[in-house]
């Protein structure tokens, strides 16, 4: 297998919750580093044990247990936040990976429950503490969604890029008149 089949097949296993917990950005880049064999297939919390046995078997891998540096498996918890406590400072909309949090500057926000992963990339910067986790419903799989989760951060990611080209070109002609 190439490398480049190889990311895909690792990064198809990951839950895509994009938390960081495993040390890099997102799950792509940890996915990228596993094929490269420059990390272990044990930095996944999320992923939890059926993920490390997924890597392992899709690597031909010994089984390893969940890295305690990484985090804990734990059940899937979504952000809720308190919306009467909400400053509307937009510092957890643009920490989250998943575009699953809206609102607008000074106006309080919301969790889009279906989108949220539980990174619990949204809970630090709140200056207030109005966020909170909660279990999620039974339903809830993340690797069920994983694919939707996936495509809602490479389209975050693109709009960030998109509107940071776009702003540069604007100071560019500024810079001109």
């Known amino acids: 297998?190439?490398?480049?089949?190889?990311?895909?097949?690792?990064?198809?296993?990951?839950?895509?919750?994009?938390?960081?917990?495993?040390g890099y950005p997102a799950c792509r880049p940890y996915a990228e580093a596993i094929a490269a064999g420059e990390t272990a297939i044990n930095?996944?919390?999320?992923?939890g044990i059926t993920g490390i046995r997924a890597l392992a078997a899709l690597l031909s891998q010994a089984e390893l247990t969940l890295d305690p540096e990484?985090?804990?498996?734990?059940p899937l918890r979504l952000a809720f936040i308190r919306e009467d406590e909400?400053?509307?400072?937009?510092k957890c909309i643009q920490a989250c990976p998943v575009?699953?949090?809206?609102g607008a500057s000074k106006r309080m926000h919301t969790v889009i429950a279906d989108r949220c992963t539980g990174c619990e990339l949204?809970?630090?910067?709140?200056?207030?503490?109005?966020?909170?986790?909660?279990p999620a419903p039974a339903s809830r799989n993340l690797m069920r969604e994983a694919d939707a989760a996936r495509t809602r951060h490479q389209f975050r990611n693109f709009r960030l890029a998109r509107d940071a080209t776009e702003r540069d070109a604007r100071l560019k002609a500024k810079r001109t008149e």
């Open 86 to 90: 909400c400053i509307g400072c937009v």
């Open 99 to 102: 575009d699953a949090i809206v």
């Open 43 to 47: 930095r996944c919390p999320p992923g």
């Open 1 to 22: 297998m190439d490398l480049a089949t190889r990311v895909t097949s690792i990064d198809a296993l990951l839950p895509q919750t994009q938390c960081t917990r495993c």
């Open 122 to 134: 949204c809970l630090p910067p709140c200056p207030v503490d109005c966020i909170e986790l909660v």
């Open 70 to 74: 990484c985090g804990t498996e734990a």
